[in-house]
C-alpha cells in the first residue's frame, strides 16, 4: 500500500474555538475518505496555522513533507485543495517540480487533481494561478478594510498597547449567538497609563532601557527586556494615533497617555559610553574618529610599545579586519592625539565651545525653573488650611495656575537639547546664572561628553614618513559642530605643551 504525507494549512485561525473551528478536522477527513478509497495510507500530517499561503514551500511545515519525499520516504504530498498547498504560482511550481524530479505525486482531493495524470501540467498552472489571483485580491480587501477601520480610530492589532484596554475588554456586549463582538476602540487603563508615562519621562532624562525595564516591571508585576521597553517608546499609540498598512493613519483615533513634547523627548539617543575598564573609556574620542583614507570609526585597540612593552591604547583602522579595503590604514597613539585635540579645544574654548556653554546655562536655568514650579505647585496642595481661608473655587484657580506653571517649564525643558550633564556635575553661579565647571584631561568620560558637543569631525591620517616621526599636527585634522577650523598652535607652543 503507497504511503503519501497530508498537508493542511489555515491562513488564520483568530479566535475561532471548539465547534467554530472546524477547518482542520473537515481538511483532514476529506483527505482520509480520498485515501481509503484509493488504497494510500497516510503517513504524516503537517497542520500549519495562521500561515499565509504566499509564503515560500521552505518556511513552512510543508518544507518537510517535500524531504520526506525527495528521501523517498513518502510518494508525494495530499492537500484538501491546491490552494492549501500554496498561493504563490512560482513557489508552487517549483516544489510540484521537486516532487514531480523525484517520482512523488501532488494529488488535491477537492479537485480532483493529480499531478500524475496526463493533464497535470496543465491544470497545475489553471489552479496555481486562481489561487495567487485569490491571494492579491484578498490582500486588497484587507488593506481597504484596515484603512476604514484605522479611520473609525480602531486599533487593528489583537492585543491593546500596555495602558490601554480594548472598549470590548472594558464594555463586552455580545451578539444573539452569545459571542462576544469585537471593538479595538481603546480606551485608557489610568494605573498603567501612568507607569508608561514615568517611563517616558524616565527616557526624556536618559535612563537606561534596563533601568526602565526594571521599574515597569516593579510598577505592573510583568517583566519586561530591553527590546520589549524600546517598542514601547516608539510606539505612536501613545500619542492617540491608530495606524494601518500602507500609511493609514488617525492622528485622534483615542486619548494620548504622552504629549508630542514627551514622546519626541524620550527618542533621543543617549550619549555614548564604553563600557568601564575597557581600553575604549580611556579613550576621549571614541566614537568620534575616523580614518582619513576610508572614513571608516577608528577602533581602540591594545598595542604594546617596543621600547618599553607596556600596552598601550592606539586609535587602529579596521578595515583589514572586517574583509574591507583602506589605501592608507590610519593607526595612532590615543593618549598623544588625545592631548592634541584637547590643547586645541582650550586654544579655541572661545569660539569653539561658547554656543555649548550658553545651551548648557540655558538647559540649568529651565531645570531650576520646572524644580521651583514643582515646589511652589507642592507647597500650595499641601497646605491644609489653605483651601478653607480662600475658599474652594478660588483655592481650585490657585492650583490650575500652579499645574500650569509645572507643565510650561517641563514642556520648556523636554524642549531644549539635554547637555548629558553628569549627576556630579559642578555647577557654579555666575552673574547670577548657572554654568558648569569643568577641568580638561581629568576624567576621558566628561572629556568625550564635552568634545562630541563641539566636535564636527576628527580624522586621522596615516604616518607618511616610513620609520620616522611626523608631527602630530599634519596627521590630525579637526573640524567643530559649526563648521569651522582651530587655530593650529605653532610649534613652539606644541613644545610648551609637550613639557
Not at 507643565?407 to 555647577?427: F, M, N, Q, S, Y
Amino acid at each position: 500500500m503507497p504511503l503519501m504525507d497530508a498537508y493542511i494549512r489555515v491562513s488564520r485561525v483568530g479566535d475561532r474555538r471548539g465547534d467554530e473551528y472546524r477547518t482542520v478536522a473537515q481538511q483532514q477527513a476529506a483527505m482520509e475518505a480520498w485515501a481509503k478509497q484509493e488504497g494510500v495510507t497516510i503517513a504524516k500530517v503537517v497542520v500549519d496555522e495562521d500561515v499565509s499561503g504566499g509564503k515560500r514551500a521552505k518556511d513552512r511545515g510543508l518544507e518537510e513533507l517535500l524531504r520526506r519525499a525527495e528521501a523517498g520516504v513518502s510518494e508525494g504530498v495530499i492537500v484538501y485543495r491546491m490552494n492549501r498547498f500554496g498561493r504563490n504560482m512560482a513557489d508552487t511550481v517549483a516544489s510540484v517540480a521537486r516532487l514531480k524530479g523525484v517520482g512523488a505525486r501532488l494529488v488535491s482531493v477537492a479537485e480532483g487533481y493529480d499531478t500524475s495524470q496526463p493533464n497535470g501540467q496543465v491544470l497545475l498552472g489553471v489552479y496555481t494561478g486562481l489561487a495567487e489571483q485569490q491571494l492579491g485580491e484578498r490582500r486588497a480587501n484587507w488593506a481597504a478594510s484596515t484603512s476604514e477601520a484605522v479611520a473609525e480610530g480602531i486599533h487593528i492589532a489583537c492585543h491593546a498597547p500596555i495602558g490601554y484596554l480594548r472598549l470590548d475588554q472594558v464594555e463586552p456586549k455580545y451578539d444573539q449567538r452569545k459571542r462576544l463582538i469585537r471593538d479595538g476602540r481603546l480606551v485608557v487603563d489610568p494605573p498603567v497609563a501612568s507607569a508608561v508615562r514615568a517611563a517616558f519621562e524616565m527616557r526624556a532624562r536618559e535612563q537606561s532601557l534596563q533601568v526602565i525595564a526594571h521599574f515597569l516591571r516593579d510598577a505592573l508585576g510583568r517583566k519586561l527586556s530591553k527590546s520589549s521597553v524600546s517598542a514601547i517608546l516608539k510606539n505612536r499609540a501613545y500619542l492617540g494615533e491608530a495606524r494601518g498598512p500602507h500609511g493609514a493613519v488617525n492622528p485622534t483615533a483615542h486619548e494620548p497617555i504622552v504629549t508630542p513634547e514627551l514622546f519626541a523627548a524620550a527618542q533621543r539617543k543617549g550619549a555614548y559610553s564604553p563600557r568601564d575598564g575597557s581600553l575604549a573609556s580611556q579613550s576621549a574620542l571614541a566614537g568620534i574618529i575616523t580614518c582619513v583614507s576610508c572614513g571608516r570609526n577608528l577602533m581602540i585597540m591594545g598595542r604594546r610599545d617596543p621600547k618599553t612593552q607596556q600596552r598601550k591604547a592606539a586609535y587602529v583602522c579596521t578595515a583589514k579586519y572586517d574583509g574591507n579595503n583602506c589605501d592608507a590604514p590610519a593607526i595612532g597613539d590615543v593618549a598623544k592625539i588625545d592631548g592634541y585635540v584637547l590643547w586645541l579645544l582650550r586654544e579655541s574654548e572661545g569660539d569653539a565651545i561658547a554656543g555649548m556653554r550658553s545651551a548648557e546655562t540655558e538647559y540649568l536655568q529651565a531645570k531650576e525653573t520646572l524644580r521651583l514650579a514643582e515646589e511652589e505647585l507642592s507647597r500650595y496642595v499641601d497646605d491644609p488650611t489653605l483651601a478653607n481661608e480662600v475658599g474652594p473655587e478660588v483655592w481650585r484657580r490657585g492650583m490650575t495656575v500652579r499645574a500650569q506653571a509645572v507643565e510650561t517649564a517641563r514642556v520648556k525643558l523636554w524642549d531644549l537639547d539635554d547637555p548629558g550633564l553628569p549627576d556630579d556635575a559642578k555647577i557654579v553661579t555666575l552673574d547670577g546664572k548657572p554654568h558648569i565647571y569643568t577641568l580638561w584631561g581629568e576624567d576621558p568620560a566628561t572629556d568625550r561628553r564635552t568634545l562630541r558637543k563641539c566636535i564636527g569631525s576628527v580624522t586621522l591620517k596615516k604616518c607618511d614618513r616610513r620609520r620616522g616621526w611626523q608631527p602630530i599636527e599634519e596627521r590630525v585634522s579637526v573640524r567643530w559642530a559649526d563648521g569651522s577650523e582651530p587655530r593650529i598652535p605653532s610649534v613652539a607652543e606644541l613644545a610648551s605643551a609637550a613639557r
